[in-house]
């Protein structure tokens, strides 16, 4: 995340790097919601499968996003066609959640 001129961080954002700020300010938002709708709309198996504590472990993919710590570049690992392991990076992608490590060039 970004910092404001001053050095602070912005308030308006999520800092996902905290895991116990973001899980307290996603249930804040939660009971916004309800207080303005009724709770017919809400699924609370679902709510609390989105918004359980090590929900960010849970991967969907084999080769998931990560950011290169030294060089700050997106990248993952993919399969090409002879089922070879190759090294992908990314211009998009920059404002989702990812793992941070140190990508293959970097080491």
């Given at each position: 995340m970004k910092k404001r001129p001053d050095g602070k961080n912005p308030e308006g954002r999520?800092?996902?790097?905290?895991?116990?700020k973001y899980g307290?300010?996603?249930k804040a938002e939660i009971k916004t919601l309800r207080y303005y709708?009724?709770?017919d709309w809400f699924d609370d198996h679902?709510?609390?499968k989105m918004y359980a504590k090590n929900r960010h472990d849970i991967t969907h993919s084999a080769y998931t996003l990560k950011k290169c710590i030294k060089c700050n570049r997106i990248w993952?690992?993919?399969l090409n066609n002879n089922k070879k392991k190759l090294i992908q990076y990314w211009d998009s992608f920059k404002n989702l959640p990812m793992?941070?490590?140190d990508c293959p060039e970097c080491i």
């Open positions: 999520i800092n996902r790097e905290n895991e116990e307290l300010r996603a709708f009724e709770d679902t709510i609390n993952n690992y993919y793992l941070k490590e």
